[in-house]
């Protein structure tokens, strides 16, 4: 059987760039010559990222031992988990449930009301002033370096006990996240739309107003979504310090290994994050679609 034109045409070019191999490492040597600080470099990183691990392990106290000693402790609760069960507080369960999807969904949507505008003023072609550039974002990311949970143990202590505190801490949290993400996709927008507002005779708020935020519109309300499918496994993690929602209730049921309930509320928990999830993924999609058509 003879070979198509096209695959005799490739390896006849095989052939001679492996004939011409030896000619080419003669013209160019050093090209072909091994570059040994390189890959002393590389190995020094590779090196010091094991001596790490290695120091925190033994800092940690890390021990597989003690991890497969404790095995029959983990079987132990898992054995005390079956079959997951209400207690009789189903309703209960349920309203705690819609505690926390408002803690996420306040927070999430208070925290994309702030950083919105704010995050304009981080962005490299809306703001020129270096200055107020650094001060907006540093100031992100003083906000961002506090974790959620810090937050709620704060807000705790300033409004009190409940899912008002949740719904803040989230709000704080995500602000300089979201104001980071939001800059930076203000700074990567398509300048073309920006440009024709430009050229028609539009003023530079005209241009930020009609061409820029079109433009990155789409993107922010990916993220914003996104960051409400997460916020929602945060409010979860929150309720345990007591900002309200259905961690509080699990957090009561670990310390009296009420576990059959413990297990009814994490399959609820995984459940709820997985349908959010689902129609997040879809929103998302159907956001970014759209724009691109």
Not at 213 to 234: D, G, I, K
């Amino acid at each position: 059987m003879s070979r198509p034109p096209s695959a005799l045409r490739q390896s006849s070019l095989r052939q001679t760039a492996l004939a011409d191999l030896e000619g080419l490492r003669r013209r160019h040597r050093d090209v072909f010559r091994p570059s040994w600080r390189r890959r002393a470099v590389v190995i020094g990183t590779l090196a010091l990222v094991v001596g790490l691990a290695v120091l925190g392990m033994v800092r940690l106290d890390f021990s597989l031992l003690r991890i497969l000693h404790g095995l029959h402790r983990l079987g132990e609760f898992a054995g005390m988990m079956l079959p997951p069960s209400t207690g009789g507080r189903f309703a209960i369960f349920m309203t705690a449930l819609g505690e926390t999807l408002a803690i996420a969904f306040l927070g999430t949507l208070t925290a994309a009301c702030i950083a919105f505008p704010v995050a304009f003023l981080a962005a490299r072609n809306v703001v020129p002033n270096p200055f107020v550039r650094f001060g907006v974002r540093r100031g992100f990311d003083v906000i961002r370096s506090v974790d959620v949970l810090i937050w709620a143990l704060i807000w705790i202590n300033v409004v009190g006990l409940g899912p008002f505190a949740g719904a803040l801490a989230i709000a704080c949290s995500d602000v300089g996240a979201l104001g980071k993400l939001f800059s930076e996709a203000i700074e990567t927008a398509d300048r073309k739309a920006q440009e024709g507002v430009t050229a028609s005779g539009g003023s530079r708020l005209h241009r930020v107003r009609f061409g820029l935020v079109p433009a990155v519109l789409p993107v922010l309300a990916s993220q914003v979504l996104y960051f409400f499918e997460s916020n929602t496994r945060s409010a979860t993690i929150i309720g345990i310090v007591g900002a309200g929602g259905i961690g509080q209730y699990l957090t009561e049921l670990i310390r009296v290994l009420e576990m059959q309930q413990v297990a009814f509320l994490v399959l609820m928990i995984l459940v709820t994050v997985a349908l959010i999830d689902l129609v997040s993924g879809r929103l998302r999609r159907a956001i970014i679609g759209g724009a691109a058509h």
